[in-house]
């Protein structure tokens, strides 16, 4: 073995529960963490899938802007009821998943669909603060084509 010429030195920030303020100004704190929200606007966008966060109003209040987006969206949706961004026929079930998060007796709701060349998994989340209150849902949308698509293996750093 090998004798480190120096001695290793952890070099971390320090954002330890007690410390008041973040590390630099305009960061958002998480239990795990912190972000500026740039990094967490771009985080988001780069899942590979469609977000849509509805509060515990059903008002929309977010989506993402991924490059697979597959309901396009424009931000006009922003502040509009949820019963109002669905076609009438299926108002009903998005109504029946809301009052079912709403009232516990229901965490997610999943539905899959076929569009052409895609297969779309379409995710519903209800969204509970650390009391279990409900605070809203999240809508998770993928081509799952793709993921179906997978064989064999491919481990870290191996060729295509």
């Not at 410390?19 to 972000?35: D, I, N, S």
């Not at 966060?53 to 987006?69: A, H, L, M, P």
Request: charge should be negative; charged fraction near 30%.
């Amino acid at each position: 073995m090998i004798e480190p010429e120096t001695q290793w030195e952890l070099k971390r920030i320090n954002i330890s529960d007690t410390e008041e303020k973040l590390p630099e100004a305009g960061h958002v704190r998480f239990e795990t963490g912190f972000l500026t929200p740039e990094e967490i606007s771009q985080i988001l966008n780069a899942i590979p899938g469609d977000m849509t966060f509805i509060d515990k109003n059903d008002t929309v209040k977010y989506f993402s802007q991924g490059k697979e987006r597959i309901f396009a969206r424009t931000k006009a949706v922003i502040g509009r009821s949820v019963q109002d961004c669905h076609p009438p026929t299926s108002v009903n079930v998005v109504e029946k998943i809301l009052e079912d998060f709403k009232a516990g007796r229901k965490d997610s709701e999943d539905f899959w669909i076929k569009m052409g060349d895609k297969y779309v998994l379409i995710r519903y989340f209800a969204v509970r603060n650390k009391h279990g209150e409900y605070l809203g849902t999240l809508e998770f949308t993928q081509d799952i084509a793709p993921i179906q698509a997978i064989e064999g293996e491919k481990r870290l750093l191996s060729e295509d």
